[in-house]
């Protein structure tokens, strides 16, 4: 079965320090790998799509590389207002365009 | 411009009643997505629609559950005879009618069954 498992599950960084977080996939024909931001209580936020092994894409203190096999997001020198979930979904070539999306990481960073 | 949006932003039913959940999408978008998300787990997609046309409800549960985007107005995503289990956030995605395109999601609306 096609999934999208995201590692660690939840992540506690000191503000300034460095780190990456992991999404992993199984999907068979990838369309397109997407990155979302969610704070408490709110709809996820959109941050990155990548289509192709290679590609990166940056915003701010977030950098999204994609490989055949796993997506990395890495947070360089985060401050506490990125603390949330980061969620990862995947978007089959063939087929509708739903997302599947894996359980996130719950990110919290500390002044 | 704005964003996805969603009414109510919280809605309490009790056992079978009904549910009526609503998406108005984002300017230029004609595709809608709902998608599910149960306390402590990650987001499910339910079901696809465009104008007038359900593209793939292979999400959506088999009773209970249907979804409609009409040619006027918003999609509404309806809950029939509600049940302690339908108790999440669900969120309403749109997108431009473009393979592949981002999806950009509303606010959600938390339905609370008791």
């Known amino acids: 079965e096609d999934q999208v498992t995201q590692s660690p599950e939840a992540l506690r960084l000191q503000e300034g320090e460095s780190s990456s977080l992991n999404c992993s996939y199984t999907?068979?024909?990838?369309?397109?790998l997407f990155w979302y931001r969610q704070d408490p209580g709110k709809g996820p936020e959109f941050l990155f799509t990548?289509?192709?092994a290679g590609e990166e894409k940056e915003k701010e203190r977030l950098k999204a590389t994609l490989t055949k096999k796993e997506s990395f997001l890495h947070i360089t020198a985060p401050k506490p207002e990125d603390s949330a979930t980061y969620l990862c979904a995947v978007q089959y070539r063939e087929g509708t365009d739903k997302l599947i999306f894996g359980t996130g990481t719950r990110l919290q960073v500390f002044p | 411009n704005a964003g996805v949006m969603q009414n109510p932003r919280h809605l309490v039913r009790r056992r079978g009643q009904e549910a009526r959940l609503r998406c108005s999408p984002m300017k230029g978008h004609s595709h809608v997505y709902w998608y599910r998300q149960l306390p402590e787990e990650g987001l499910k997609f339910m079901v696809y629609l465009q104008k007038e046309n359900i593209i793939d409800e292979s999400g959506m549960p088999k009773e209970r559950f249907s979804a409609e985007f009409p040619k006027e107005g918003p999609s509404i995503l309806r809950i029939q005879q509600v049940v302690r289990g339908d108790s999440a956030a669900y969120f309403c995605?749109?997108?431009?009618?473009?393979?592949?395109?981002?999806?950009?999601f509303g606010p959600g609306t938390r339905l609370l069954v008791l």
């Open positions: 999907v068979s024909g990838l369309r397109g």
């Open positions: 995605a749109s997108s431009r009618p473009v393979r592949g395109e981002t999806q950009y």
């Open positions: 990548l289509y192709s």
